[in-house]
């Protein structure tokens, strides 16, 4: 999974304007943070790595979980954060987990955290999350803020000892807003859960807006919203900003003298019904009606391309109108994790035998892909335990060739 230093190097020396630009050299003692140098504008030090570093340096032995969606997926700031850790610590044995789905926003990486990260215990958690949550979940504020706040929330509540970082990655509409001196919608929420739990950031957007105000690079160079590799050179550079001012490795763990740390404070929540006990329900909180099957679709006779990762595994799936279920669950949040394709349907549900209503699956990315998403159906309810019935409309998108519900999951928290 790790690239080489040779690789490293090769990457930087691929054009020699990316190496003038956005390469610092892999020494994590470089001469900038041996003095000690201020952290650019778009990195923020809050708390610190101690834990961490405490157990990579003492253990030989060292997990880091990396989530958010398909710019965390993709080999690009990823390994090369990998790198630095394994330059950082040479004598330590890391087991690096990949939890990047395309595609996926901030709810879904809080619905699936419990079993996609907190299953393998990390002792060093990135997340990556503003993109999706802008450009394919478009959420609000307080969409964006339940969604980070749940899985900061959920991590360090089963995981007291857990480091984190986010990083907060660009499309041009979001660094048009930074040019224009604002913080994107999804940035200033997360923003505000990384202040409130004190979480490092690093901020791509910020960074790559000055560099093009100096006339360092441009958004061509940096690559698109899926960055090339000089755009997630400028990502993994800012989060050797965070190693370095947090004194993030084996030649400071030695420095320091000896201490047990102890877990991290956790505060009070921002919003008590953000998505901190996100998770999969179990199939037996489920009970199918008819129309309703528990299969593998067979995805060669459905229109719409299809992503291999979700091969294999059986779905709950209607494709009829008024096909009916029943969900058990507790907490204050319902929702679906689905594969929306051009046949994506509308679902009707009602909570607690109360007033039905409807959410449409369909999105305009659903078009030519079975699109990974989560609907979250219901938020804010009181806390405890509900039952929801859901059925499959008559009603469907006008752009949608049928009424189909395909399930992965059934979120609640």
Not at 85 to 103: C, K, Q, Y
Request: hydrophobic letters at 40%.
């Amino acid at each position: 999974m790790n690239l080489s230093l040779f690789g490293r190097i090769a990457c930087c020396l691929a054009t020699v304007f990316w190496a003038a630009v956005t390469c610092r050299g892999d020494d994590p003692a470089s001469a900038a943070e041996a003095a000690g140098a201020t952290p650019p504008a778009a990195v923020q030090v809050r708390g610190d790595l101690h834990r961490s570093r405490e157990i990579f340096a003492t253990t030989g032995q060292g997990r880091v979980a990396f989530i958010g969606g398909s710019i965390t997926e993709m080999d690009g700031y990823r390994p090369m954060v990998m790198d630095s850790l394994v330059a950082r610590f040479p004598d330590t044995e890391f087991n690096f987990t990949n939890a990047g789905i395309a595609s996926t926003c901030s709810h879904t990486g809080a619905f699936r955290l419990p079993s996609d990260v907190l299953s393998n215990k990390p002792d060093l958690l990135f997340v990556e999350f503003a993109v999706n949550d802008d450009q394919d979940a478009a959420h609000s504020y307080q969409d964006a803020l339940r969604g980070m706040e749940g899985v900061i929330r959920s991590a360090r509540s089963s995981l007291p000892n857990v480091d984190i970082v986010i990083t907060y990655f660009v499309n041009p509409g979001m660094l048009q807003t930074v040019q224009n001196g604002k913080l994107p919608t999804s940035i200033a929420a997360h923003d505000a859960v990384a202040k409130h739990y004190g979480i490092s950031t690093c901020n791509v957007a910020v960074e790559l807006a000055k560099q093009i105000a100096e006339g360092k690079t441009s958004w061509a160079i940096y690559g698109g919203v899926h960055p090339k590799p000089a755009g997630n050179r400028i990502a993994a550079n800012l989060i050797d900003d965070v190693f370095r001012h947090a004194k993030f490795s084996l030649a400071d763990a030695k420095a320091a003298s000896r201490q047990t740390f102890a877990p991290h404070p956790l505060p009070p929540p921002i919003d008590p019904t953000s998505f901190w006990h996100g998770r999969f329900l179990p199939r037996d909180a489920i009970a199918l009606g008819s129309g309703w099957s528990f299969v593998e679709p067979t995805w060669k006779d459905i229109a719409g391309s299809f992503r291999e990762r979700f091969a294999g595994r059986p779905l709950t799936v209607a494709t009829v109108p008024e096909a009916e279920l029943e969900v058990a669950f507790s907490g204050t949040a319902i929702g679906l994790f689905v594969l929306a394709g051009p046949d994506a349907g509308v679902v009707e549900f009602s909570i607690d035998d109360g007033d039905w209503h409807a959410a449409d699956l369909f999105h305009r990315f659903s078009k030519g892909l079975h699109y990974p998403r989560t609907v979250v159906l219901k938020a804010g309810l009181e806390d405890g335990p509900h039952q929801m019935k859901l059925r499959v409309s008559k009603k469907k998108n006008g752009a949608s060739q049928g009424h189909a519900v395909r399930i992965l999951e059934f979120v609640a928290s």
